[in-house]
């Protein structure tokens, strides 16, 4: 290990190493710290480090809390990088951002004017970070499906993004609670390959299904109006335990009433274009 001794400890906050460098104590910057480079430049980076003047992330701040009433109380503020973060993944999920506006030099000065002590990070580590989040939001989940009091009706959706031309596909699950409240969660968001055919659509729900542990747990299965969702439905039936369905699966496939009426809807407005 490399010895070190501070210089000037009393104004400039720097220690020397062995191979003849300096580094500065508040943001680790290398200078040179050879006999012959005397200290002159080690006092002016001293002067402008931009990180000396900063308050530590441990150090307590006044913070405005401001209560219902609309009066306002001072209250203590710790900064917390690890929950900075976490906010960040969480507003990005909450309003579907693209990853990429981490690495925006925009919210980068931004972010920086807010709390210069708060690094930015990758979007590959936020990505990393929804992913840690949404594997623990699932095992939430899974617990509090597990409950054999509850069955469990699925919705699904599929629609064609007009700008990439893929298919993708969305499962809900929604059950009641314990206490009687109708609760939602999605159980995935997934990206369906051609053919988008019977076989492919029955698939992916079963593998979904699986995975959530919830094959035995169903009453009901809601999707569109379709020759093909018709086709998917009878192939699940096959699949699935018929002993874990209500009634065998007598009431297993429900048609959307939102997509029904949409399509009465389509037809009345063809004919009024005819007339007018």
């Known amino acids: 290990m490399p010895s070190s001794s501070p210089i000037d400890s009393s104004s400039v ?87 990429s506006m981490v690495d925006h030099e925009g919210f980068v000065k931004y972010s920086n004017t807010l709390q210069p002590m708060f690094k930015v990070v990758s979007r590959n580590t936020i990505r990393s970070d929804i992913l840690k989040m949404y594997k623990a939001e699932k095992v939430k989940a899974t617990k509090l499906i597990e409950d054999d009091k509850i069955r469990i009706d699925i919705t699904t959706n599929m629609w064609t993004a007009s700008n990439q031309k893929k298919g993708y596909m969305v499962v809900n699950a929604h059950y009641i609670d314990d206490s009687w409240i109708l609760q939602s969660k999605i159980l995935r968001f997934m990206y369906m390959p051609c053919p988008h055919n019977a076989e492919t659509i029955s698939d992916a729900l079963i593998g979904c299904l699986m995975d959530w542990n919830v094959d035995r747990k169903l009453s009901t299965l809601t999707v569109d109006n379709c020759t093909t969702n018709d086709a998917a439905i009878l192939i699940m039936k096959d699949k699935l335990f018929s002993s874990g369905l209500m009634l065998s699966g007598g009431f297993f496939h429900m048609h959307c009433a939102t997509h029904i009426l949409n399509l009465i809807m389509k037809d009345g407005m063809s004919i009024l274009d005819r007339i007018l």
């Not at 200078?31 to 003047?53: A, I, V």
């Not at 913070?63 to 710790?78: E, H």
């Open 13 to 99: 906050s720097f220690l020397l190493y062995l191979f003849s460098t300096a580094v500065c104590n508040y943001c680790d910057k290398k200078l040179g710290g050879e006999s012959k480079n005397w200290t002159k430049h080690l006092h002016y980076h001293f002067k402008r480090c931009p990180l000396r003047t900063q308050r530590h992330i441990t150090q307590s701040m006044l913070n405005p809390n401001k209560k219902i009433d609309g009066k306002s109380t001072l209250g203590t503020y710790n900064f917390d990088p690890e929950e900075a973060r976490k906010k960040l993944a969480q507003m990005i999920i909450r309003h579907e951002y693209s990853l």
